[in-house]
């Protein structure tokens, strides 16, 4: 008998990945399934490939990791780029410079490293991953003072503010050209990216690659920035705890991520898909 779905794309945080940002046990199980029953598993994430690594191994998933939201796709084991999307060096010294103005908390994500603002709460978060792992899967990290801008990459610029409307704040001061993709990644948090990056197109991006039709697959996510994957797969599911907006996206509600809500799920996908 043919299987329906051939990929399931997944969220971290929020979805896969409980209160603790750990993987249940449950989680685990259910994702072995998938990969037992010959269905892909990928992870979609907002995060550099830097501090979502030790998931994939505790996983141990082969298909490629998407990762800064969108702006790029990684075999994270054989540590080799399949796509990323870049803010050229002009448009990103815009950005900085207005957060450094406007004295934002902000990281910036180059391919190999981390760079965080003056006394920055939000690296707090890589500085914690990085204690959780071993030395060799840790994530470089640096002072902004250490860019180089004209010579580094960027991938992605995050913010983190719970300022109101901040979205359209950054809209209208930092994009009046459209050459940003700008976009909340959870509370508090904004991604800025180049125009055109989103979990969506790559998501399309990694399917081509990997000859797998987009109705062929089922995503999981619970942020605004999740929404585009809803809009081209197959079948979308957001856990209990997913904003609002997100579960109206959704095709299907499933159970909060601290209560294994992608098992709850995964395991009516396999029932239905073999």
Do not use: W
């Not at 920055?120 to 990085?130: A, E, G, K, L, T």
């Not at 913010?159 to 050209?177: C, G, P, R, V, Y």
């Not at 904004?190 to 969506?200: L, T």
């Amino acid at each position: 008998m043919s299987i329906k779905y051939k990929l399931v794309v997944c969220d971290l945080d929020g979805t896969l990945l409980n209160s603790a940002e750990e993987i249940s046990q449950e989680n685990k199980k259910a994702v072995n399934m998938l990969k037992d029953a010959g269905i892909e598993f990928a992870i979609a994430t907002g995060r550099h490939d830097l501090i979502a690594a030790k998931y994939i191994y505790d996983l141990d998933i082969k298909t490629p990791l998407i990762a800064c939201n969108g702006a790029l796709i990684k075999d994270v084991r054989r540590k080799r780029v399949l796509y990323e999307k870049l803010i050229p060096s002009d448009i990103a010294a815009r950005v900085i410079n207005y957060c450094k103005t406007n004295y934002f908390d902000y990281l910036v994500y180059t391919p190999d490293a981390i760079y965080y603002s003056e006394d920055s709460q939000r690296v707090n978060v890589v500085m914690n991953y990085n204690k959780s792992v071993k030395e060799e899967l840790r994530a470089k990290t640096y002072k902004i003072r250490d860019l180089d801008i004209s010579r580094d990459k960027i991938i992605k610029i995050l913010i983190a503010s719970q300022e109101n409307k901040i979205i359209e704040k950054l809209d209208n001061d930092i994009n009046h050209d459209n050459s940003l993709t700008i976009v909340s990644s959870g509370k508090g948090l904004i991604d800025i990216m180049r125009n055109g990056a989103s979990k969506g197109n790559a998501l399309l991006i990694l399917c081509d690659k990997l000859g797998i039709l987009p109705k062929e697959t089922v995503v999981f996510g619970d942020s605004h920035n999740d929404i585009s994957m809803f809009e081209v797969a197959g079948l979308a599911i957001a856990p209990e705890n997913a904003e609002e907006e997100v579960k109206e996206a959704a095709d299907y509600v499933t159970l909060s991520n601290d209560m294994s809500g992608v098992a709850h799920a995964i395991m009516s996908i396999i029932e239905k898909a073999i």
